[in-house]
């Protein structure tokens, strides 16, 4: 087989040349395929590559796979005066491209690039700063249609050849109802995505178009000309791709310096990986240049250093590991007036303990007494899961406009005694939850004025979002508009208010007041949750045993009794997360197969991806059934992580 750059591979080179070296290579894994966010978004990105598709309803569907026969009837096709092809075939040396549309008018080509990211501008204006320089956000698709306009250009001489980014409008509204359910994904045989249309695509069934196409054939010239940034590719844009495709044809590595963003080179293969004889592009890329041995690896490097905006400056001086930094590396360390962690504190606290092996936690004691001390019972946790997708389910929203589904509710008392209250679940296809999600929040929080805490910013941004949208209707429309708008400005802030009531953001606490090894250069729930689990006896002796469900002495309503928190393997704790129960457990393979939903629920990105399955109509009883026990133990899970972290705090300064 040929080994053409493709659109998908230049891309990948554009990021970093020497990932083309490891790409396709099944002994490299990539960690892509595992991300549950990445997957959504795919998912969204075909369903949104179908939906343009529909747009040019004559429009002919180049369906085969490989090059030739695709080359061969895109040169067919492309004899016609006027036509319109959806994964046209273009070659050009050893370039290869297959183009979502290209619609042909005498001796016009526009070249169409469908991508499923939002876009809420008018003109290709919009994609460039001030200055007139590409914004950094779009770079990437600007860069992917001039290597297609490239690719084109030279394979068609003859043409005129125009290119467009075509994107999901955020100013465009859905005319129809249950336009994304349209979209059906499944997994093909060979392992792909693919989209089934589900019912009629005439223009009355699509509604309005939510889709903008932009010409940006301005931008195009200025990459070619190497104007359109401020860093430029050194051998030019022309001369950069055909540097790319001679290494990538020739399967020889792209020398790349280190830089900060090996951190998140997809191609680390986990230790279980290399175990079963997988390399890790990674340790490979870096045992090259350094000379680095496998046990280089387990010392501390300052790519995991927390927030730490100094990483390349310090590589290209040669420092690499923690212990060759120094406090002055990080910056000005000054001590808060109040005692509180700062940005640089933190970073030196974080590279000390590492350096120094220093297990045990830092806990601002203080700090924390007065804050808890302020917190009036009782106390309430809330946690939310919400969606927002290119094509929007209900009629009347936007692309990526927020949906919020589902809520979690644990409750502590003034007694410490601890109670998952609440929680709430629009698992109804067809049915636009996000009124009914503030209603029955109002209805768990109005009874009394405790404290409510949240993690991290998502839940004020969420309420924030829908605020808007209720601004947007009469009482009319939805009776209690009034109330929830004022219940919402009670809990919430924004530039125009702060609500008496406003919720706490541990997160926040965390930054400020606690610090632990194992949290390694993360604030995630999921890193901090198992960081005091293994270092809180009293967490260990409490959780450890079956307290745990719906009618045991911290009350659930999603885990039967005698549910145990704290459990062990290999004498480690293993992380909550992990105790999540298979989604499909004890159900046949065959059956699985069936079902919309092929993962199990342990993070938001499948989260989002369980509620999108759950809008189709014909998703069966029983899947249903498990996708939504699924989802509520997901959710009350994070709820109970954030009272387990209040529960450790408030034991240490009682």
Known sequence: MPRYLTKSRFKLGLNCPKKLY?????????????????????????????????????????????????????????????????????????????????????????LIEVKAKSFGGNSSLDFLNKKGHIIPSWKEYLYDIAFQKYVVSKAYPNFEVYSYLMLANKNAVATVNGLNQKFRLRNADNDRLEVDIVGSTTVEELGDEILIRVNVDDIVKSIFDGVDSPVKIEEGFINHIHSLANKYEQDEAIYVPINKNCKDCEFTATPEQERAGKISGFKECWKSQLGWIDEDFSKPRILDIWDFRSKDELMQKGKLLMSEVCENDIGTIIPQADGTLSRTERQWLQVKKTVEGDTEPYINVSGLKEELNSFKFPL????????????????????????????????????????????????????????????????????????????????????????????????????????????????THSENHKGERDMVDLRKLVLKHYYHPLMGGSNSIKDVLPAILSSSKYIQEKYSEPIYGKNSLVKSLNYDDGWRWIQWNGGKIVSPYKLLPPLFEGIDDEQIESFLMQSDIQDGGAAMTAYAKLQFTDVSELERELVVKGLLKYCELDTMAMVIIWEYWNKIIS
Do not use: W
């Not at 490891?22 to 991300?35: C, L, V």
């Not at 050893?94 to 549309?101: E, G, P, Q, S, Y």
């Not at 005694?417 to 109005?446: A, D, T, W, Y």
């Not at 004025?449 to 829908?466: M, P, Q, R, S, V």
């Open 380 to 491: 309430h946790f809330i946690d939310f899961e919400t969606s927002a997708v290119a094509i929007p389910f209900f009629k009347g929203r936007k692309p990526y406009e927020q949906v919020a589904f589902q809520f979690s509710h644990h409750i502590v008392y003034e007694d410490l005694s601890i109670e998952h209250k609440g929680q709430f679940l629009c698992h109804e296809s067809g049915m636009f939850p996000n009124f009914e999600f503030v209603r029955q929040l109002k209805l768990q929080l109005e009874n009394d004025n405790g404290t409510i805490f949240k993690y991290a910013d998502h839940e004020n941004t969420i309420l924030n979002h829908i605020l808007a949208q209720l601004n947007t209707i009469s009482s009319s429309e939805v009776s209690d508009r009034d109330l929830l708008i004022s219940f919402i400005k009670t809990i």
């Open 22 to 110: 490891y790409t396709g290579k099944p002994q490299y894994p990539d960690s892509r395929s595992e991300d549950s966010f990445l997957r959504a978004l795919a998912e969204g990105g075909y369903q949104v590559g179908t939906l343009a598709k529909c747009y040019y309803p004559n429009g002919i569907d180049i369906e085969e796979l490989g090059y030739e026969v695709p080359l061969e009837r895109t040169r067919n096709l492309l004899t016609n005066q006027d036509v319109v092809i959806f994964e046209a075939a273009f070659t050009y040396q050893n370039l290869f491209i297959r183009a979502d549309i290209v619609e042909k008018k005498g001796n016009r080509i526009n």
